[in-house]
Each structure stands twice: as C-alpha cells, then as structure tokens.
C-alpha cells in the first residue's frame, strides 16, 4: 500500500557557549590596529561548491578553497603571534574530512589556543532578505553543532560575520545575540548611511534586534570601514595587483618607505570614522590565501616597520587580530554607543544602485527553498518522534538546505549551472528523506515500516506519478505546527469525475474538482497527465498529528464553468471582518530594465542584484481572457494576460483571504528588450501617511516610512 504525504512547518531555535581566545598585547595611549586575515569563501557563485571547492573550471576563476587551509596552517604553526579566521563550515568540513590525524591535533592546537578562530560558524554566510529565520537557524544549527562536536565549546563564534550579504536585517542580528553572540560585523552598508556615520563616528553601535525580546536581543554591530577588502595598496594575495614590500634597499624599486606612509595614511583614515583608539583592517577577501605566504611575510614586514617608528614618537601599533580580540578591545575602553533598531535595507552602493533585484530574482529556486524548508522541519519532528538517528536521511537535506541559504544562492543571484546545481542538491536532500518520512507515517498511522509512503515533491505543479491512474487511495495529512490546524487541501486527480473523501471516522467530505489552466499542463518538463485539482477540507489537524483520508471515483462532473473576456482589471472585496473595507486591484505590468556596461554610476544596468527600470511600467496587456470555475468549496478565476503571464485567483468558502497563484514565463526577449515583471496591488483610497510594515525573515514586522 502507498500513501500519499503533504507537509507543513515549525520553527526551531539554537544556544551556544562562548570561547576566549587569546589576544595580543595592546600599547595604551596608542592607535591599536587590528589586522584581521580572513577569506570569504562563497559557498557558490561563479563557480558550483565542488568547482570552488578543487579549484576546477579555471576558465571563470583561479582559486581552490581546499588549498587555502593547507597553506594557512603551517604558518600559524610557526608563529603563535599569527592568526587567522575561518568561516564557511560548509567547506571547512569538506576539508577536516580528507586531513590525517596529525594534521588535526595541529588543527585543534591552533583553535584551543585562539590562532585559528572559527567566525559565524553556520553552514554558509547566509542572506539576510531573502532567508526564512527557519532556514537561518537551521543552516546556523548544521555548522555550529558540527564545530562543537568536533572541537567543543573552545570552537563556539562570538562573532556574527555577514560580510558580504546586500543589506542587513535586524532579525539577523536578533538570531546572533540569541545564540550567544558578542558582536555583529558587515561589510555592505548604504553609502549615504556610510558618509554620515563616518562623519559622525558611528559606524559602531548597538543594534535592538527586536521590540519585544528587549536586550536579549541586542548585539554589538560594527560596520567594516573598507567592506571586507585590504586597503589599497596593500593586496598581497598572489592573485592581487599590488606591489609586496621591497625593503632591501640596494633595490631600484625599494618601496618600505613609501608602504609604510601609505599604510599610516589608512590608519589615520579609518581611525577618523570610529570612536576609540583601535582601528580595524581587514586583510584578505574572495578565496584568498590559497598561497598564504605571500601574505604573512609580506604583514610581518608592515608590523614591523610600522612599529619601529614608535620610538621616533609615531602612536600606531600594529598587531595580528581577530574580531573576538577587537571587540575585548573596545569593551576595555568603556565607551557609549549609539543604538540602531530598524534594519539596513535597502542597501545601494551609489546613487543610481539599489540592491533590490535579487529580491526577487530566481523566484523557482526561492520557491524551492521554501519547500525544503517544509520539509527539513518535518523530518527533524519524525526523528524526535520515532527515535532515529539524525542520519543521511536528514543531513543529506540540512546541508543542501544550509547551502541554500547563501547570499549567491536564495538570492537567486550566482549563474544558471550554479542555480541548476543548488537545485539538484535539494532534490538529493528530497530523496534521502523519503525513508524518514514513511518511517514517521507508519508512527502516526500504526501501519508497520514495510508499509510504503509515496511523497510528491511536484505538487507545485500539480505533477504526482504515483497518483497515475488511481481510483482510490489515501491522503496521509501532516501538521507540523504546535497547535490544531484546518486548511484545504489539494490533490491532482487525472479526470473531472466526482470524488468522494472520507475522513478516518468515515465521515464523506464535501469536495470539488477544477481544471488546471492549459499553461500549467504544457510546462517543459511536466509529464504528468493529471489534469485537475481535487479540493477538500481538512479540519482541525491535530498539532505535530496527522490525519488520513481516502479519496475514491465517482461518476458525476462536479465542476461548472462559464467564460468571458473582461477589462484588464479584476476586483473583488477583502477585509470583510475589519473596520475597514476598501477595494484591492491587481495588474500585472513590466518595467524596461536600464541598459549599461558598469562603468560608471550613471551606466549601472539593471540585472539578478540590481532593479534599475527605465521609464514607467508598462500593461502586459489592455486585455484579460477569464475563466471562472465554481463550486462549494472554491472560486477560482483563471486569467490569461499573455501567453507568459497567467494566474488563478481562489477564494474558499467562508474564508476571508484571496488566494492568487501566479505563473510567468518564459519572458519574451526577442525584442532584446529586457523586462522587469510586477504585479501591481493597488488598495482603494486608503490613507498611510506613507508608512507601511515589512516582515523581518518571516519573522517580527518592521514600520517603515516612505521619505
């Protein structure tokens, strides 16, 4: 016997312990400068994890992530006074697994005593905007309990490091402070927001993670003074363009000298835009290190020469750090700050480059996130619920799920063989969790594990195989939350015949058969000749329960249907049970996308980060072709804008919210025109003195104003 499965979510949280490193002695009355070595490791972009990983395909980039940590090592084994941070678990374990036993008693040496020190710690440096808080903790989960598994509570980050991320969310912040973090670090800020901290010396604070945690929630932020990168001039990665230093003077191109007054200029610089005598500067950026050499001679060189000049009276100090040494730093000058409790978005890097566009770009693939995530917190319940081991079965979809949460990746912002290849990572997670999930359904229906489950991970497209020609079979209904749940449920059926449902007491539902639009039917890929929903109710869900329903043929069509061709705009009434009842209209329209080659501001083209349309939005169409379809259960209007823009507007029965399911696509560019697709919701007249509220990752609400 098969069942079938359909999932839902809970939230989970995460604690964590504090480690002390050991720090470098610090002169008073001085300019401390904190030299931070450092790689940013994407986890996918350019290239897939496995090409950045080996270093393959050198055709788009020269780097190899697993060399990094092979060069870095030995350096800091020479010298205690060396250190470095690492951050991307999800590659530093693909590396701990291929090393011998020697070289990891070395590694852990280094960790105890506070020269390499893991920073953030989860799976990946997550995005800030386009990332669930489930997924988030989650991601966050997989790469903090590996390190403590591993290295224990001396491994645990102090540091949040969101680098790179475009844009900063204060329920990122709220997260790092909740799991025992001491400070937030970023690199990305608006450059108006960026010139006035500077200006004024906060670009340090302490950000209010949340209005209703309080200070459980607040976390020490800084924001970087130069991103992640070395200051000009001083790149001494193998892959950078900068001068080393020269300092043999029988040299025609000796440059100490002129290296060390340039790095003083840098000091003095960043110094101007924070409030105490420590400076910090990052030394390193994207997978560099591969040759660490290059880098720790050429740094010894500039501490040494910088702090030769102390005796001819020069206050600055140079020191190898980590960001766990330059917080300790500042909590020793017992200095107020400013405080911060909105978020950072949106983030725009010039006037005319708002990082707006990977809010929706890839929407597939974000959709497909969501659904792992569905699915990941399912089966973490069935291993709790039936005993089992958090095995492959799990990891395989916690670190496809972790992986996912990259700022590349959710983001919808690496290229199409990177998307293609997070996707086939999901899908791997997808299947590994099948045996959980039929062990978890033969727990709540007492079927024994022999007992076969299908899942249908293509319900979004109204695809199930194993429903092919079935007149009767079962619908196994799970609610992963904690507390009853009612929902309609939905189950593609193969003709427009009657159905009955029966729920477990035998008790026949009403239920209601519609059509899926020509469009959903003809999608590449969809092989399925299931061409209609099957709709019912399902009532009150018991929390972390489920319920089965046996879904049989009957004779009658269930469905009627009347069409017409009307004006481009639907409208239809909401908000019935409020004060306020106004009117919502919906259009889709596109935008011209600017055009430019980068170069400069004003040439900045629209694309995957950036949304920079061209002019006015634009009608997709003066004319909409609707179908309406109704029943006793739901309404569904189908509505053909264009051959590439359609949509299903369902509203149930006694249910006071309009449901709209939307597909687009593909965009037509024969034109070479590209387009900016919007779906415009327009609310009637209602008054909001320009003030409106956003969701902090799925999670608390944000009051934003419109300036």
């Given amino acids: 016997m098969k ?30 400068v904190h030299l931070v070595c450092h790689t940013h490791d994407d986890v996918g972009w350019l290239k897939t994890v496995d090409q950045y990983y080996y270093g393959s395909r050198k055709d788009i980039e020269s780097d190899g992530v697993q060399y990094i940590l092979d060069s870095v090592i030995p350096y800091l084994k020479d010298d205690p006074n060396k250190k470095f941070i690492y951050v991307e678990s999800a590659f530093f374990f693909r590396w701990w697994d291929e090393q011998d036993e020697e070289m990891r008693n070395d590694v852990k040496t280094l960790v ?80 108006a927001d960026k010139d006035n901290r500077w200006a004024n010396k906060e670009l340090e604070m302490i950000w209010k993670g949340s209005q209703s945690l309080g200070e459980e929630s607040w976390i020490f932020t800084g924001a970087l003074p130069n991103m992640y990168f070395a200051p000009s001039g001083f790149c001494f990665d193998i892959f950078c363009g900068d001068d080393p230093i020269m300092d043999d003077p029988r040299l025609e191109d000796y440059n100490k000298d002129q290296k060390v007054s340039d790095f003083i200029d840098v000091v003095n610089n960043y110094a101007s835009g924070y409030k105490t005598s420590n400076v910090f500067v990052t030394m390193g950026a994207d997978f560099q290190y591969v040759y660490a050499g290059s880098w720790y001679k050429n740094l010894d060189k500039l501490i040494k020469y910088v702090n030769e000049l102390q005796s001819n009276g020069s206050n600055i100090n140079l020191v190898y750090s980590t960001p766990s040494c330059y917080l300790d730093a500042l ?36 959709g497909f996130e969501r659904q792992g995530n569905n699915l990941l917190q399912v089966v973490k319940q069935f291993a ?81 195989s194993y429903l092919e020609g079935k007149t009767s079979f079962v619908v196994n209904v799970y609610n992963s939350i904690g507390r009853p749940k009612s929902f309609y449920v ?45 709709v019912f109710y399902a009532e009150n869900i018991p929390a972390l329960g489920a319920l089965q329903y046996l879904v049989e043929v009957d004779s009658e069509d269930s469905s009627r249907k009347r069409s017409s061709v009307q004006s481009r705009k ?31 501001p004003e040439n900045r083209a629209s694309g995957a980060y950036i949304f920079r349309p061209d002019g006015d939005s634009q009608q997709v169409s003066e004319q909409v072709t609707t179908t309406v379809y109704e029943g006793p259960l739901v309404e569904e209007i189908h509505q053909e804008w264009a051959s590439w823009v359609t949509q299903i507007i369902r509203t149930y029965q006694d249910k006071d919210y309009v449901e709209i399911e939307w597909l687009v696509g593909p965009i037509p560019i024969s034109d070479s025109v590209g387009k900016e697709i919007v779906n415009v919701l327009e609310w009637g007249d209602f008054a909001t003195d320009d003030t409106f509220y956003t969701d902090a990752n799925g999670r608390e609400m944000i009051k934003m104003s419109i300036l």
């Avoid at 905007?129 to 001396?154: C, E, K, W």
């Avoid at 017992?334 to 480059?353: E, G, I, L």
């Fill in 3 to 32: 069942i079938l499965i359909l999932a839902f979510i809970l939230p989970s949280l995460l604690q964590g312990v504090i480690s002390n490193p050991s720090c470098a002695e610090l002169k008073p009355g001085m300019i401390n």
């Fill in 112 to 191: 105890n005593n506070g020269q390499l020190e893991f920073i953030n710690g989860g799976w990946c440096m997550n995005d800030e905007a386009a990332a669930h808080y489930n997924s988030i903790i989650d991601q966050m989960t997989v790469g903090l309990v590996r390190l403590n598994d591993t290295f224990g509570p001396a491994s645990f980050p102090r540091i949040a490091w969101q680098i790179d991320p475009f844009g900063h969310s204060r329920e990122q912040a709220s997260l790092a402070a909740q799991m025992g973090m001491d400070g937030f670090f970023f690199g990305r800020l608006d450059y």
């Fill in 331 to 366: 909590y020793n000058e017992n200095t107020t700050w400013p405080t911060k409790s909105d978020d950072f978005f949106p983030y725009a890097s010039d006037s005319h480059t708002y990082w707006t566009g990977y809010f929706t770009s890839r929407p597939t693939l974000k």
């Fill in 384 to 464: 709790s619920l039936t005993g089992s081991d958090r095995d492959s079965s799990i990891t395989t979809l916690a670190e496809a799920m972790g992986v996912a949460q990259h700022h590349d990746a959710v983001t919808g912002t690496s290229k199409q063989h990177v998307a293609d290849d997070y996707s086939l990572m999901l899908s791997k997670g997808f299947d590994n969790a099948r045996g959980l999930l039929s062990k978890g359904f033969s727990y709540f229906t007492g079927n024994d594990e022999s007992t076969e489950f299908t899942y249908c991970p293509l319900l979004n497209i109204s695809s199930c």
């Fill in 490 to 534: 939905r189950v593609p059926v193969e003709d427009s015949l009657n159905y009955t449902v029966q729920d477990q007491q035998g008790n026949f539902l009403e239920s209601q058969v519609v059509p899926l639009p020509v469009q959903i039917l003809n999608l590449p890929g969809r092989t399925s000749n299931l061409g209609y929903d099957l």
């Fill in 570 to 600: 639907m409208e239809t009434l909401i908000g019935k049970d409020t004060v306020v009842e106004n009117k919502l209209t919906q259009d889709w329209r596109w935008y011209k996308g600017m055009e430019g080659d980068n170069s400069a």
